[in-house]
Each structure stands twice: as structure tokens, then as C-alpha cells.
């Protein structure tokens, strides 16, 4: 059965600090994945999506950047953090189009 | 475009009471529909899904009907227990284009 992995599972970091967060999923080849935001008592903000290899879709302008440089690798990234940048980072799989998206853990990161 | 409409919450309800978690959605053509449920400092898991209209989706003692004459997906469960205290997000999904409600804070109490 596929695995979602994120980590770390929390970070604290200060302002204008860089940003690397990784997502790498088991039990699944070529699977489309997502990288969603959850900022503190609001819902899910899709920020990048990825259908294969190098294949990036950002929804939103911002401070983040995304890559998928392995067939189960999801990496986001900033080069500096912003105080509005705090919030859960949930990483997801679906296998292929109209599928059910299936979560990771989450990555819970406070920007002090 | 796509979009989920779910009751804001929090909503706060005694051990065995019913609940209900209203949700509408507006789609340009026949979505998948889903509640996912979010227990404290984990991520999203799936709780139920349905694909075409008229179908239910249940687990855990949850259930909800696609009504696509309302364009309704309503979360219900006769009993609720403390263990059911989460947030509860219902989303859609239309081709790979996913759209989620902004999330239910359910408490129960002893």
C-alpha cells in the first residue's frame, strides 16, 4: 500500500531564513502529487502540484517554490521565510486524474 | 468555477448526540465528492467518498448521500463519541482539479 513521508514534522524558523521541506511516498509509481497549505483556523490552499518528473503547476503567486527532481520526491522550498509563510504544509498523492488524493503527515513550521 | 460551501463551525455536541455537517458544492460537470477528517496535529485523512449522484458514502458510523438536485453532501452520524472530536473538511473533485470547504471544528463532550 502507498506512504506518505514528510519531515520534519515541526519546524521553527526565523524570518528570512531558507526553507526545505520533503515529501517521498512509497507503494506507487508515477503518482501526481500536491503540496497544500493550512494556515492556523482557515482551510487548505492548494500551492503546487506535480504530474511527473520536473513538472511543476503553482496556483498561487508567493514566497515558495516547488520541484520534484525523483518519480517520489516533492520538495518545497523558499529562499526566505516569511512571518506569513507559518502554517501546516500537507503533502498528497492521487494516481492520476478524477483519483482520491491521499495525505501525508503534515509539517507543522512557525516563521518567527 | 468549482467551489465547496461546508457550515462554519465549531460545533460542540454531547457524547451520542447527531450530528450534521452541511456541505454544497457548485461544479461545471459531475465531481467526485469527500469528506476528509483532521484529528489534532495530523494530517488529512480520507473518510468517505462518492463519485456519481445518489451514492453513499459511509465509515466509521458517518455517512453522507450525493444529492445532485441540491448539489448537497451532507456529513451525518447518528452517535457521536469524544474520539469523533476532529475537523472535518468536504471537498470535490473534478478531473485533477480538488476544491476544499474551509474545514468543520467538531467537539464532543463527555
Known amino acids: 500500500s502507498q506512504t506518505i513521508h514528510q519531515w520534519p514534522a515541526t519546524l521553527v524558523q526565523p524570518v528570512g531564513s531558507p526553507l526545505s521541506l520533503e515529501c517521498t511516498v512509497e507503494g506507487t509509481s508515477n503518482p501526481n502529487l500536491y503540496w497544500y497549505r493550512q494556515a492556523a483556523g482557515r482551510g487548505l490552499q492548494l500551492l503546487f502540484y506535480s504530474v511527473g518528473i520536473g513538472q511543476i503547476s503553482s496556483e498561487v503567486p508567493q514566497n515558495l517554490s516547488a520541484s520534484r527532481p525523483q518519480d517520489r520526491q516533492f520538495i518545497l522550498s523558499s529562499k526566505k521565510l516569511l512571518l506569513s509563510d507559518s502554517g501546516f504544509y500537507l503533502c498528497?498523492?492521487?494516481?492520476?486524474?478524477?483519483?482520491?488524493?491521499?495525505f501525508g503527515p503534515g509539517t507543522r513550521l512557525l516563521v518567527l | 468555477g468549482d467551489s465547496v460551501t461546508q457550515m462554519e463551525g465549531p460545533v460542540t455536541l454531547s457524547e451520542e448526540a447527531f450530528l450534521t455537517i452541511n456541505c454544497t458544492y457548485t461544479a461545471t460537470g459531475y465531481p467526485s465528492l469527500f469528506w476528509y477528517v483532521q484529528y489534532p496535529g495530523e494530517g488529512l485523512q480520507l473518510l468517505l467518498k462518492a463519485t456519481k449522484a445518489d451514492d453513499k458514502g459511509s465509515n466509521k458510523g458517518f455517512e453522507a448521500t450525493y444529492r445532485k438536485e441540491t448539489t448537497s453532501f451532507h456529513l451525518e452520524k447518528g452517535s457521536v463519541q469524544v474520539s469523533d472530536s476532529a475537523v472535518y473538511f468536504c471537498?470535490?473533485?473534478?478531473?485533477?482539479?480538488?476544491?476544499f470547504g474551509a474545514g468543520t471544528r467538531l467537539t464532543v463532550k463527555p
Open positions: 471537498a470535490l473533485k473534478e478531473n485533477d482539479d480538488m476544491r
Open positions: 498528497a498523492l492521487s494516481q492520476g486524474l478524477g483519483e482520491t488524493q491521499y
